[in-house]
């Protein structure tokens, strides 16, 4: 495809290089997507790759690409504007991805704010299972373990369930390794319940709902998670009609991962909301 070479590409590329607001918004922007492509490249050298970094290191370089070779840029605009049909998918592709900003800043902004919500005290603790590596928890695991030890030290009289079930690669579920892992923690295992019959964030509420009732438990409950899980772990328990207080009690997330898990829970929402 040749793309051409007009008088209107230059002069709305000088245009756009006489603010000298615009100018520095796209410097920020360019250095912003830069530092944020490799923050979602780390992950990778970990293990870890999902529709998060994907996402990520593909929407970073779109905008490296925007900023950074803007008379690029701007000659592939002019070029599919000169042609009517191709104008539409131009324009609705814009549309596209204003969108998709919106919604995941929308997203983002609330899953800050959702996980600040204290739980009452002594509400039945519900720890969401992560991976497992053979009978020891994975870091993110750990993370959580230990947030739900100090949220059980400090609720004297709060009981807990451990959620999660036996996925590929697993010795143990991860509703044992859980509880095993609080037993070390000074935790007795007579205030603590095991739910491993799930494999997703779904079926670890709805079979933790029904321990609750089947149990006689607080049905207050502090999810104990990642911040950026809080969000949809919330409106799953609003899918259920749920009707007891739901707090946060957040684990420390790796700085290093937090941005690949945030972007995978714009996805993960959006599935639980439209597809389950």
């Known amino acids: 495809m040749k793309l051409p070479e007009t008088i209107d590409i230059n002069t709305l590329y000088k245009i756009e290089r006489i603010g000298k607001f615009t100018k520095l918004a796209r410097i920020i922007t360019l250095m912003l997507s830069f530092i944020f492509l490799i923050w979602f490249i780390i992950p990778i050298g970990f293990g870890i790759l999902n529709i998060g970094n994907i996402v990520g290191i593909l929407l970073c370089l779109f905008f490296i ?11 592939v605009k002019c070029y599919f504007n000169q042609h009517s049909i191709l104008s539409v998918f ?6 596209a991805v204003s969108a998709f900003v919106i919604y995941a800043f929308v997203i983002t902004v609330f899953m800050f704010i959702v996980s600040f919500i204290a739980p009452v005290h002594n ?14 928890p994975s870091l993110m695991l750990s993370e959580r373990i230990d947030a739900a030890a100090n ?11 451990a959620s999660g079930g036996k996925g590929e690669g697993e010795a143990i579920s991860e509703a044992e390794c859980i509880i095993r892992e609080l037993e070390d923690d000074g935790i007795t295992r007579l205030r603590m319940y095991m739910e491993d019959d799930s494999y997703n964030t779904s079926e670890n509420i709805k079979n933790s709902i029904d ?9 207050n409950v502090a999810i104990v998670t990642d911040f950026f899980h809080q969000l949809r772990t919330r409106l799953i328990f609003q899918k259920y009609n749920y009707e007891g207080n739901i707090g946060c009690v957040n684990s420390e997330t790796n700085i290093l991962f937090a941005p690949t898990y945030v972007v995978r829970e714009w996805f993960a929402i959006i599935n639980e909301l439209f597809f389950r």
Do not use: P
């Not at 949220?151 to 369930?161: G, Q, V």
């Open 65 to 75: 690409f925007v900023y950074g070779f803007r008379r690029t840029f701007l000659r």
């Open 90 to 95: 131009w324009h609705l592709g814009k549309i």
């Open 123 to 136: 509400s039945t603790a519900i720890v969401l299972g992560c991976q497992v590596r053979g009978e020891q």
């Open 151 to 161: 949220y059980m030290i400090e609720n004297s009289t709060a009981r807990l369930i």
């Open 211 to 219: 321990i609750i009732e089947s149990q006689n438990l607080d049905t």
